[in-house]
């Protein structure tokens, strides 16, 4: 009990930190985020903390009434996530090079339209990665002296004080070279990350299937009562 108790308690957190996030956005407009990627993640956080937090607290009521359908609901949403989060991990891993070229095309169209007032999405994108991997350009720095409007100076996103600044005080490393080493270098602690969170919904799997298991044996030896 205690332990889909936790749970619930940390999903609860999770969807806390979401609503704060979502009603705090003008509070945060110092970090080096956009306001649409704060607003992206806190959306996240609430649609993930209402899940988990669902599919939590059915193990918690199942497990404090011991009905037999509420964990055999909870059980078989956990396997659902369970299984999903597995196919997720093997299709990212599987595919990796091919998602960090993909960045590479994204990032690149976003370059052609960056600036534009129709394209404020290719804009904040841009100015998040480059502020906050503190990386400038697709390969390096001088990829944006492509673009008329910098061929003297990197946009304020890639200089590390956020001011304005030449291409030789600008962050060294191209954004498509810092992501490209940080999927390869960093891929086995994600997929260790995966693994300890894989492990904790199996104990909660185990858990509903043993005690579901406990109150259908307890049942067929306790008389029927009115």
């Known amino acids: 009990k205690q332990w889909y108790q936790r749970r619930v308690a940390i999903t609860a957190g999770i969807l806390g930190l979401g609503i704060y996030v979502k009603v705090s956005l003008n509070d945060l407009k110092d970090l080096d985020v956009s306001h649409d990627t704060l607003n992206t993640a806190a959306l996240f956080l609430i649609g993930l903390g209402c899940v988990v937090f669902v599919v939590g607290l059915l193990g918690c009521c199942g497990s404090l009434t011991q009905n037999r359908c509420m964990l055999l609901l909870y059980f078989t949403l956990v396997t659902l996530i369970f299984l999903g989060e597995i196919a997720l991990a093997i299709a990212v891993y599987a595919n990796k090079d091919a998602v960090t070229k993909q960045l590479r095309t994204q990032f690149k169209d976003c370059m052609t339209s960056y600036g534009k007032a ?90 509903a299937c043993y005690l579901r298991t406990y109150i259908m044996k307890r049942e067929e030896y306790e008389p029927y009562t009115v």
């Open 118 to 207: 129709n394209e404020t999405v290719c804009t904040d994108t841009i100015d998040t990665l480059q502020s906050v991997l503190e990386c400038c350009g697709e390969m390096k720095p001088a990829d944006w002296k492509n673009f008329t409007s910098y061929t003297a100076n990197p946009p304020k996103s890639c200089c590390p004080q956020d001011e304005a600044c030449d291409y030789a005080d600008a962050y060294p490393l191209g954004c498509y070279t810092t992501i490209d080493e940080f999927v390869n270098n960093k891929s086995k602690y994600i997929g260790f990350g995966v693994l300890g969170v894989a492990i904790i919904e199996l104990i909660g799997m185990s858990l």
